[in-house]
């Protein structure tokens, strides 16, 4: 991980060097004329057939490691916001000398194939992107509460957010009073040092202001003016303005007015600049790593093609300086560069067979928040592409919720090396079925970035792999067989570090690497040695399985319709029985069943279900699918288990799948055999008196009587039999937890007539727009703006994040057979619960002559986790442990802070609103 993190920052340095090489020697020119590749013009053509200006003739070629978006891998392309004018001299000159990256652009994805998306941000406002056009999306913030400072995350955002509606104007801004409490909240949080201690900064929003509070600069900023003021003027007339600007160039600040909302992103900019001299004069250049996020790009490109989901991933960026001596003590910011770092390309690192059938890997950024985790849920569902607001947010200690203590997040946040365990709840099978395990984490940072890697082991599994040798050419044969596949996330043979590799398959790589014809492929000799041997050990199957389909007498209905086996090292095995236009559930094996297949981040699920059972027993079930529909098959898989004195590690796992309608239609056949000496039973499945079902280890019904009742859960149908079950230690409840869920909200509609007719319309609007846009303002805010979340608000049923519990069940494994009777108002009702040998199933026979239905259903429906004001406003405050940055950059004695603004001295209604973004709002 080190080196792939040490490759990416290397590129971005280059990148650096070259941009203020570039920079230092051009010589601005008003007057420069020159043509460039904008992106949004590029092959666009007039009525006459003629490229447009600022287009024209860019050529662009699908390319599968772009996921087949059409890129161009010799020039970027230039974007410029709307608001600004494609020849504005600042925007050419800027274009003009940063030409000079694509040399760079090109060079670095020569030497490392494995880079995407690289581009410069310019402090000017445009965004040169190689190889292709870049969007983002801007989501809407908000702080929580008055009186403190809390975490800039997105679940404090979305706090704030939802009080912006609730802002109106009344009365007369006291600003002396805000910038008091201002100052206040952030000595106090200098004197607990639960901030960063580095830059601090006081926002005002307001639309006048007719002094200037030298009194509270001078008792709580001067002479050090370690807390930068920034004032924003709202509205047209700038009665105020020269006051503002004072306060703004006494205290190393910037004064901007904003008129309208074109104004907002283009003024808030400004703030950046002068918060960045210090560093810009110190010439330092940080390198900033990023959370998570979803490559939106690639998301758009998947919607034209394979569907594989969410690709997140991490930025490193450095930003570009200006280097001329005559600018120096300004502290011009030219802009930023970075690339993209996908996280599959991460854990393609992680030996995927050597962490066991549970074991997975995972890594936490210095805020704690998750870069990879399995149990990370970004999308608001399987299939969608839709991420959830708070998805780049979600804490360790969300996923891990069983370390009550916090105790490994800690450990990992602080960057120690160490190890930790504890009992975990995981959860299967979209969320329905629960295994209870003891993990082993081990866990260390990784040099020259913010970020901690982790690793789980469940015990009983990873600490012991088999080992076995064939020869080279039984096992090269036996690999190519078309029924045999690999795991497709597994990484066998590193095949993206050099172009020549990128059209391998891991099969092809394989044979190159183990013949000596390819010695500069980087390949795992160890994993390999050992599919090998899986190959030629299992090789016999194929021939077993084809018996079985020439056997008629075997299958004649096509009852079973695939077998399938699967190994420790990531090799699977497949025999269809049926055409594949027949099979029942086409997704089975595929990529569409993520939970079905091996992939870099768990085994497949009737492999870790199979491995949890008794060693020679089958586990049954009934897939679950995203929509909650029937998939109408079932599923077998028994693990495949070495046994010595010592040691027993599960080598494979194999099944079938059959049609539901076969599985039940062999039970019913089954239920009504008998055993009595005249062959005729006393009671049986048949009789109206009783009730017969079969339900696996987890309470879901794969055989009732009424059919709709399949893959029902027990409780739902038979409630006062299952709370019986539950009392007498047949089945336990598991409470688990979801920090993760989503919960509908419903909205009311606002009155938009009313809202045209108030006064302060104009005022509030611009306010909103301007403190959103203050608090979400990053790098990519510069040239792309998302209505996403306005668009959501006129919605009146929306999908929110929540938090929730919910239970799961479990058999208790040593009791075979019981017997109850239920009071169900005077009558008494039987049953009997026995389970099916050598299986995860149980048959149950209940009496149908009383009548229960009046008490209540046992549900597995997850129920909102509910906080009062109070209590959510402790949970807003609390804060859990963050690694400060290591560099602070806050003043500069060679700082030029007379660049302060401008003010031109208009009338103005003597009436001023501050808007509280680090205080609050004093009204008469």
Known sequence: MEEIFRKKAEATRRL??????????HEENPDLQYEYFNAVLINEVDEDGNSVELGGEFLLE??????NLSVNLSLSVVQVPTNMYNKDPDIVNGVYWSEALNKVFVENFKRDPTLIWQYFGSAKGFFRQYPDVYNQEIRYVEPCLNGTLVQADSTNKDHFKEHLDKLFAKGIGLLGNALTEAFTILNEINQTGRGSSCSQAIMLITDGGTEMHDDVFAKYNWPERKVRIFPYLIGRESAFADNLKWMACANKGYFSQISTLADVQENVMRYLHVMSRPKVIDHEHDTVWTEAYVDSALAQAHKLGENKGPNPMTTVAMPVFSTKKETKNQGILLGVVGTDIPIQELMKTIPKHKLGIHGYAFAITNNGYILTHPDLRPLYQDGQKRKKPSYSSVDLSEVEWEDTEDVLRTAMVNRRTGTFSMEVKRTVDKGKRVLTMHNDYYYTDIKGTPFSVGVALSRGHGKYFFKGNVSLEAGLHDLEQPDVALADEWTY?????????????QVQAIKLFMTSRKPHLKCDRELIQQVLFDAVVTAPLEAYWTGLALNKSENSDKGVEIAFLGTRTGLSRTNLFVVPEQLTNQDFLTAEDKEGVFNADHFPLWYKRAAEQVPGTFVYSIPFSSGGENKSVVLASTAIQL??????????????????????????????QCNALDGKCTISCDNEDIKCYLIDNNGFILVSEDTSQTNLFFGEVEGVVMNKLLLMGSFKKINLYDYQALCKEYAGSSDSAHTLLDPFTTVKCLLTELVIFLLEFNLYSWWNCDSTVKAQRAQRTMMVPCDTEYPAFVSERTIKETTGNIDCGGCIRTFVIQQIPSSNLFMVVVENKCDCSSAPPVTMEPIEIIYNESLKCDRLKFQKDRRRP???????????????????????????????VLSFLISR
Not at 658 to 672: G, N, P, V
Not at 888 to 908: D, K, T
């Open 62 to 67: 699908p390319n599968d490691h772009f996921n």
């Open 886 to 916: 290591q560099s602070c950059h806050p003043f500069h004695l060679e700082e030029n802070a007379m660049e302060c603004g401008s003010a031109n001295a208009l009338n103005f209604p003597l009436v001023a609103i501050l808007f509280p």
């Open 493 to 505: 043979c590193n095949t993206d570090e050099h172009h020549e590799h990128r059209h391998l398959t």
């Open 16 to 25: 650096v060097e070259a941009a203020e090489e570039a920079h230092l020697q």
């Open 643 to 672: 046994l010595d004195d010592r040691k027993s590690p599960i080598v494979a796992a194999v099944g079938i799948q059959m049609k539901l309608e076969f599985f039940q239609r062999k039970f019913w056949t089954a239920s009504r």
